[in-house]
């Protein structure tokens, strides 16, 4: 009994050396893990961010008959005197709010009818959008040229826009429908029980606690509207009817060796999604819902 009583004040500090330096490789193999996960997070970002640099510092830079010296908005301003490039913004503007716009109003109920209804009519309509959500565009670009053409509604921004429309609604509805799965009901029964109808609830109390879902669902039919180049340069024929995608292909085949006013067309047409996505950041918001069932 007396060596085990002496043996066992030994291995204690023996264990515990172990363990410190187990716990000291452990961290240093992990400080190790972390660095490499640093530096390829930083390649990557590299990569992606490095062609953007390049193509602003191009659209500043004064151009092979210009006489400025260092940086200039000189290639900005020939940009929009010398083409139709002012025409263009407005046209992918227009398209493209129209499309954020008609997206968002009518997704928004959609998807509330797919979080919180429970028929087989709902079942089967999910199903579908989920089939057609799964379609590239590209497969109903023919048919719906042959279908617009008869119409009218070719060389139209018109038709350009309902294409963009039926192009988003079904990821659009999805959007929204998951978001406001993350709503709790309870919330609409307390309104239902205060006398508010069923759509009352839903403009009320589910819209104004999904203000991050819909952003998310307008940034989403924004950029797809606005980077669009398949389906205008199918639809589209006028010069003044192009927008900004197409205008930037039809200056670069005119203008292939003036890189830095080319560069300058394509700055244009970064600054708005830009502005959107740093005017829009500060909306969004993690946890806003849990607050509405403080005290329940």
């Not at 968002?104 to 998807?111: D, E």
Request: hydrophobic share 55%; aromatic share 10%; with cysteine.
């Amino acid at each position: 009994m007396s060596a085990v009583l002496h043996a066992h004040p030994e291995s204690g500090p023996a264990l515990g050396i172990d363990g410190g330096i187990r716990r000291k490789v452990l961290s240093e193999a992990g400080m190790r893990g972390r660095w490499w996960r640093f530096a390829a997070i930083l390649i990557i970002t590299a990569i992606v961010l490095v062609p953007i640099m390049v193509t602003v510092l191009l659209a500043f830079t004064p151009g092979p008959n210009s006489t400025a010296s260092g940086l200039t908005f000189e290639n900005l301003g020939n940009v929009f005197s010398k083409t139709l490039a002012a025409t263009w913004l407005k046209n992918s503007l227009v398209t493209t709010l129209s499309t954020v716009v008609v997206s968002v109003a009518v997704a928004a109920p959609a998807g509330y009818v797919l979080s919180r209804g429970r028929s087989k009519a709902v079942s089967g309509y999910s199903l579908l959008l989920f089939v057609m959500q799964s379609l590239p565009i590209i497969t109903s670009v023919v048919p719906l040229f042959i279908l617009f053409a008869g119409m009218g509604l070719v060389d139209n921004l018109l038709g350009l826009t309902i294409i963009y429309v039926g192009s988003t609604m079904t990821v659009a509805t999805w959007m929204m429908a998951a978001y406001f799965d993350s709503i709790p009901i309870s919330l609409e029964e307390a309104s239902w029980i205060d006398g508010c109808s069923v759509f009352g609830s839903f403009t009320k109390v589910v819209l104004r606690n999904s203000l991050p879902g819909v952003l998310s669902t307008a940034i989403f039919a924004f950029l797809l509207a606005w980077n669009d180049y398949l389906v205008a340069i199918v639809f589209l024929r006028s010069n003044e009817i192009f927008t900004l995608p197409m205008g930037v292909q039809s200056f670069f085949q005119q203008n292939a060796t003036d890189w830095t006013s080319v560069m300058a067309l394509a700055v244009v047409m970064m600054l708005p999604p830009v502005i959107v996505f740093a005017t829009l950041n500060k909306y969004f918001s993690v946890g806003g819902i849990g607050g509405s069932l403080a005290g329940r």
